[in-house]
């Protein structure tokens, strides 16, 4: 068996402009698997991993998210 076959899978978790500004741990995360909340970027690249879990946030598809100056 290789290191890749017993690796545990990573939630993805897909997100909307609604969720805007993503962060890990993110509300519905149970209590267990709290770790330092982290903000990620999701608008650049459409997706990315938590530093500390692991877990994949995505843009859903079709989201369009619209720029305020900031």
């Given at each position: 068996?290789?290191?890749?076959?017993?690796?545990?899978?990573?939630?993805?978790?897909?997100?909307g402009?609604?969720?805007?500004?993503?962060?890990?741990?993110?509300?519905?995360?149970?209590?267990?698997?709290?770790?330092?909340?982290?903000?990620?970027d999701?608008?650049?690249?459409?997706?990315t991993r938590?530093p500390?879990?692991?877990?994949?946030?995505?843009?859903?598809?079709?989201t369009?998210?619209?720029?305020?100056?900031?």
């Open positions: 068996m290789t290191a890749a076959a017993t690796a545990p899978a990573h939630e993805v978790i897909e997100v402009a609604e969720d805007l500004p993503v962060y890990c741990p993110n509300p519905k995360a149970p209590l267990w698997s709290m770790h330092p909340r982290v903000f990620l999701v608008a650049h690249t459409g997706s938590c500390y879990c692991g877990a994949e946030y995505r843009l859903k598809p079709g369009v998210l619209t720029s305020h100056g900031h």
